[in-house]
C-alpha cells in the first residue's frame, strides 16, 4: 500500500519561505511523477507544481512560477516544495500525490495546512 504523508505547513507573514515535504512509502518511489496540488477553502483543488520521474522534468502553475520550486531525493523517497516570497493566496491545503507517466494521481496524501497572513 503506497502512502505519502506531507508536513511542514505552518502560519507564516506575507514574504516569508516554507518548504513542505512528502515522503512516500510502500512503493517504487524512483517510478512516480510527483505533483503538489493546493486548495483553498470554497475553491477547487488545483495544480501547483510537478515533477517527473526522473527528476528532468518540472512544471509550474503561472501563479506559483518564479517563487515556488519543486525536487526530489530519490534515495529518501522525499519531494519538497520550496516557497519564497509567501502571498496571501497561496493559503491553502496543500497535497502531494503521485502517479505514473501519462496516468492520473492516484496516490494522495493528507495535506498540509499552509496559512499566509498579510
Known amino acids: 500500500q503506497v502512502q505519502l504523508v506531507e508536513s511542514g505547513g505552518g502560519l507564516v507573514q506575507s514574504g516569508d519561505s516554507l518548504r513542505l515535504s512528502c515522503v512516500v512509502s510502500?512503493?517504487?518511489?524512483?517510478?512516480?511523477?510527483m505533483g503538489w496540488f493546493r486548495q483553498a477553502p470554497g475553491k477547487e483543488r488545483e495544480f501547483v507544481a510537478n515533477i517527473w520521474w526522473s527528476g528532468v522534468t518540472t512544471n509550474y502553475a503561472d501563479s506559483v512560477k518564479g517563487r515556488f520550486t519543486i525536487s526530489r531525493d530519490n534515495a529518501k523517497s522525499t519531494v519538497y516544495l520550496q516557497m519564497d516570497s509567501l502571498k496571501p493566496e497561496d493559503t491553502a491545503v496543500y497535497y502531494c500525490?503521485?502517479?505514473?507517466?501519462?496516468?492520473?494521481?492516484?496516490?494522495w496524501g493528507q495535506g498540509t495546512q499552509v496559512t499566509v497572513s498579510s
Open positions: 500525490a503521485a502517479r505514473v507517466t501519462y496516468q492520473s494521481y492516484k496516490y
Open positions: 510502500g512503493g517504487n518511489f524512483g517510478t512516480y511523477d
